[in-house]
Nanobody, 116 residues
Framework: QVQLVESGGGVVQPGGSLILSCASSSKWFAATAMGWYRRAPGKEREWVASVSRLGNTNYADSAKGRFTISRDNAAKGVYLQMSNLKSEDTALYFC??????????WGQGTQVTVSS
């Protein structure tokens, strides 16, 4: 079973920045599209950004222009650089393959709280 470990979350003021990291144990990591997802309080988990095995990226409208997803296949890592954070970005952030479903194995996530 693939293990996913997210890190880098924290409390940040509006307008601030954070970089999230995800480490995967998958031996197929380099061949797998990866994504970041988040679950805000009282809401369903939603897709935030994805990166193909070749490095092509896509973003949810809420993330465009503010978030940057990247990957390092050698390190089996995927990253989410977040800037100009807003209160509505407050959520538990997860990484997983893209696309992923509720039935897939998920990590514990990393909490991002945007608050003044």
């Amino acid at each position: 079973q693939v293990q996913l470990v997210e890190s880098g979350g924290g409390v940040v003021q509006p307008g601030g920045s954070l970089i999230l990291s995800c480490a995967s144990s998958s031996k197929w990591f380099a061949a797998t599209a990866m994504g970041w997802y988040r679950r805000a309080p009282g809401k369903e988990r939603e897709w935030v950004a994805s990166v193909s095995r070749l490095g092509n990226t896509n973003y949810a409208d809420s993330a465009k222009g503010r978030f940057t997803i990247s990957r390092d296949n050698a390190a089996k890592g995927v990253y989410l650089q977040m800037s100009n954070l807003k209160s509505e970005d407050t959520a538990l952030y997860f990484c997983n393959k893209y696309p992923a479903t509720a039935g897939d194995n998920w990590g514990q996530g990393t909490q991002v709280t945007v608050s003044s």
